[in-house]
């Protein structure tokens, strides 16, 4: 009898030892980021949330792909969350409710029990989903007054297309924006993205990754006029196929790649007058947005204290 008593001792020492070690190992702290903290099991639950977002079999192969890439976001995520600390922003229920619609084929509570049988922390999956909202809002607040599109700019340019063309040619693009380090570990970050690409879905890295503002729109931009898009941009989309993902595009902090999604042509007499000057207005826009939130992060981690341990 006293055997036994000592082999069930031993088994339950060994028990809650070893999930004692596995609790200590998930809490050790692979970051520190200003006054805050990043832990193994952060990083854990961001690479497994990515998976279960994308529909990709959780396995070793797909975990090692997504560390870097996974690591680089919770970095941007925690300055972002720190930088809001200093505003009041509230939460907008409503947007957050149909972005999780948007990626759960409207069942969010199978993707809550996703989270659960895979022991994840699904409120701080939550928690950076309000963080890039506050953060889109915190850009316009500070830069809305900078951006400033001149209407009548806008409807001469309109024009010059109408009459330049027989016909208007528009795209549905995506867009993935992500910032650089501008050092020679740049190589392995597009390299590591466009792989990313490749395992997971680009809408799922735009929704995971991008800094751009359209990343809770999985990227998308919609229909856009490819006469309107700057030459750089439209010498590169108008040779894409439809499907087909474009080089990255260098940026002053970043890189830029798009993808086609489809395309269509306007006959001149359909072209809808009011129609293309508001869509010239929201591309103006976004590309100014897009700009003020990459160059506002990057001085940001420029600045900011960031210490990686061992």
Known sequence: MKLIKTKIFFFLFLFFFSENLKANIDNT????????IVTKYELKNKILSSLIISGKEI????????KKQSLDALINS????????????????????EYLKSISNNNIDELKNKF???????NLFLDDIKTQFKWQKLIYNIYSDKIDINENSVE????????????????NISEIEILLNGDEKDADIISNLFILIKDQGFETVALENSIAASASKKG?????????LNSQFSEIIKNLTIG???????????IIIFKLNDKRITKKKDINLEQLKKNLVNQKKNELFNLYSSSHLSKLKNTGFIEYKK
């Open 29 to 36: 702290i692979i970051l520190r980021i200003e006054n805050k």
């Open 116 to 122: 659960n049988n895979y022991k994840l922390d699904y």
């Open 244 to 254: 087909e993902i474009s080089k990255p595009i260098r940026r002053q902090n970043s």
């Open 220 to 228: 998308n931009l919609g229909w856009i006029n490819l006469e309107s």
């Open 78 to 97: 925690t300055l972002k969350f720190i930088e809001l600390e200093k505003y009041n922003y509230k939460d907008d229920p409503n947007r957050i409710n």
């Open 156 to 171: 001469e340019e309109a024009l010059k297309i109408i009459n330049k063309v027989s016909r208007l040619e528009e795209i």
């Open 59 to 66: 396995n070793q192969d797909n975990i090692n792909k997504l």
